[in-house]
């Protein structure tokens, strides 16, 4: 079954052509990496996926629905979950109350209704023995976890992370890598931004290159690693 599926999507700001004619699908339970340099249109993408900006052109597909001009809340609701660059966490309430929030908003329950389930995500994500702490008193490395618990919180189908490894320690970093490995196994379908490589292509079963706004590859890591398209345009390599 597919999840998401972007056909011939385009988006322009003024004269800037940012998303580019894009193509691509996920089917489920697969773990989808975007790479591209700095401003190639990566976040841009999940906006479009989200519905917090709307394609000026193209399709996008969720569930089997046309979702290109669904607003972002309904989308929420149907199972699009998204974890933003920087935590946006509400800094005054504790770790367990930032989930409650997150999953009664996002499934459309009463709180009393969604606690078992954030009990199972704090569990999940490593968060069980933070879940009385104010938000605003976590390490980075668990600021990154709630912003992944929040989204998996509102229950969805699809889990975009965006540069969540970002700032992180090499240990924090593998300990990250170890959570959103484990929510891969149990099954979330995932597309996940990241800068940091080694991360990305230990959890990811398929990477797509994005350069201006396009797509210049779509594949199995290793392979895409090796191109020399890809090495000269997003590593910047001579070859
Ligand atoms: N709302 C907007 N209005 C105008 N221009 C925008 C808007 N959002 C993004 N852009 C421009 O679109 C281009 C792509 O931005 P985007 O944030 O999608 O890139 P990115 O690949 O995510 O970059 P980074 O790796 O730095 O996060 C940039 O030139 C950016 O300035």
Redesign the pocket.
């Known amino acids: 079954m597919t999840v998401l599926e972007l056909t011939n999507v385009s988006k322009s700001?003024g004269a800037?052509k940012?998303t580019d004619d894009v193509s691509f699908a996920v089917p489920k339970g697969q773990a989808l990496g975007i790479i591209?340099p700095?401003?190639?249109?990566?976040?841009?993408l999940f906006n479009l996926i989200t519905g917090n900006y709307l394609a000026d052109a193209g399709t996008v597909t969720f569930l089997g629905q046309d979702v290109t001009r669904v607003p972002a809340m309904t989308r929420v609701r149907m199972g699009v979950g998204r974890s933003f660059?920087i935590p946006q966490p509400f800094e005054g309430l504790t770790v367990f109350e930032n989930l409650l929030t997150a999953a009664a908003f996002g499934q459309g329950k009463r709180e009393a209704e969604v606690e078992a389930g954030c009990a199972a995500i704090l569990r999940d994500t490593e968060l069980l023995r933070r879940a009385n702490d104010l938000a605003g008193s976590l390490s980075l490395l668990d600021r990154k976890r709630l912003e992944m618990a929040r989204a998996m919180a509102t229950g969805p189908e699809l889990l975009l992370l965006d540069?969540i490894a970002g700032g992180l320690t090499e240990g924090e970093c593998q300990a990250l890598v170890a959570t959103i490995k484990a929510l891969h196994t149990k099954g979330t379908t995932i597309i996940w931004?990241e800068?940091v490589l080694h991360a990305l292509t230990s959890v990811v079963e398929r990477l797509l290159v994005?350069d201006f706004g396009k797509v210049i590859g779509i594949g199995a890591p290793a392979e895409i690693m090796a191109s020399r398209q890809v090495q000269e345009i997003y590593l910047g390599l001579e070859v």
Not at 38 to 44: D, I, R
């Open positions: 700001f800037l940012v591209g700095n401003g190639a249109g990566k976040s841009t660059q540069e931004i800068h994005l």
